[in-house]
């Protein structure tokens, strides 16, 4: 079996225009996520797929393979199945068995030692588990957070039987279950859980604490918190600046 990292990097952002492309100290913002997987010695392929010919190109010059991703699979509400399936029509060699490591280009900062990690410890639990998942504790209580009705009134947005807590939008903090999110950092799982459920998670996701520093990049601020990171004395020892290759 081999693991093949993707890297899904459309043209489009609306938060931050051209955001795959944006310059984060003299590299574009994906050269990042392929450098980082190129390092992983459990990383057998590295393969963007994106619906932009400047991406394309800054992905070959970063060492990455491309697959020119349809429209149909880049717009704003196009889900991630669809990109991955495309990538195994276009390459009926990748077997159904063979390990997807999902890396988004919108998170530059990630160990190589991390990703292998998150890929050994899937591998030992994956007659259990369809996917993992890396996540982080929640600051934020999400038994007590809100969505609104069409009416426009407030109703609670976490599902209330999750908690085995009686009125958890009522409830003291303290009786609460600890909750994660899901960072964006690194999922791993067999191209057969896109196959069977039509998504990248499947019924039975395995969760992937981190703790240490990263950051996904979701607007200008976000960018700016992680140049000034790049830019400190604080870098861990295994980072390094990408390279064109």
Not at 133 to 156: C, H, N, Y
Not at 195 to 202: I, K, R, V
Not at 221 to 227: A, F, G, T
Request: include cysteine.
């Amino acid at each position: 079996m081999a693991s093949i990292a993707v890297i899904p990097a459309r043209g489009g952002s609306k938060s931050v225009p051209r955001k795959n492309l944006v310059n984060l100290l003299g590299h574009p913002l994906i050269a990042y996520s392929i450098d980082a997987a190129l390092k992983c010695k459990r990383i057998d392929r590295v393969i963007v797929s994106t619906d932009d010919e400047e991406i394309a190109d800054y992905a070959f010059k970063y060492g990455a393979e491309v697959v020119h991703r349809p429209a149909e699979f880049a717009t704003d509400d196009a889900r991630d199945d669809g990109l991955i399936l495309h990538i195994l029509q276009v390459h009926p060699n990748i077997r159904t068995d063979d390990k997807l490591v999902f890396l988004r280009p919108t998170h530059p900062i990630r160990n190589p030692n991390t990703i292998t990690a998150a890929q050994e410890h899937f591998d030992r639990n994956s007659s259990e588990f369809s996917s993992l998942r890396s996540m982080k504790s929640s600051q934020e209580i999400v038994f007590k957070t809100w969505g609104l009705a069409k009416d426009g009134s407030a109703i609670p947005a976490f599902n209330p039987h999750l908690t085995q807590v009686e009125d958890p939008s009522n409830a003291p903090r303290q009786i609460l279950p600890p909750t994660f999110y899901q960072d964006g950092y690194v999922e791993v799982l067999p191209f057969s859980t896109v196959m069977d459920f039509g998504n990248t998670s499947g019924p039975k996701v395995l969760p992937f604490l981190i703790d240490e520093f990263s950051h996904d990049i979701d607007y200008l601020s976000d960018l700016e918190q992680i140049s000034r990171y790049l830019m400190s004395s604080e870098l861990p020892s295994w980072f390094s600046f990408p390279k064109q290759r």
